[in-house]
């Protein structure tokens, strides 16, 4: 199992939809301070089902909305989803490729899908459950993070 992909839109500085495409064997993300290498880590973590704001570095969950600018008006909704390449079948569940998406809305209405389908945040959890791969994995390092233990 493999991190396929990362698509973004309206999350935190990600106005425009962006697709990061990752091919096995990929170890990191690098760019130039200020260019979204945080808040790409922030994205898997909150499409994983964190819910601890702090976590994301907001002070509530809207924050992770991207917010506007002086020539760009705010979105309305904030939408994450991770495409994992499942041929090995470690996810428990019968396709060969999984698609995990969060959106949220400035209503603060919100919801989960995987491979297309409405399901609950118990359902994503349970998906990844033996995986090593969740909010808290070891394998998401977000920013500050490093000299914690």
Known sequence: MYLKSIEVQGF???ANKIVFEF?????????PNGSGKSNVADAV????????????RGASMQ??????TELRKPQGFAYVAITLDNSDHQLAIDYD??????????S?????????SACRLKDVNELFY???????????????QIDKT
Do not use: A, C, M, P
């Open 97 to 106: 490729e999984v698609t995990v998406s969060r959106r949220i809305y400035r």
């Open 63 to 68: 924050d992770v909305i991207f917010s506007g």
């Open 45 to 56: 973590r909150w499409v994983l089902g964190e819910q601890r704001i702090k976590q994301l």
């Open 12 to 14: 935190k500085s990600f």
């Open 108 to 116: 603060g209405e919100s919801e989960y899908r995987i491979n297309g």
């Open 23 to 31: 091919h096995n064997g990929i170890t990191g993300i690098v760019g």
């Open 130 to 144: 033996d995986t090593g791969i969740g909010k808290e994995g070891y394998s998401i390092i977000g920013q500050g």
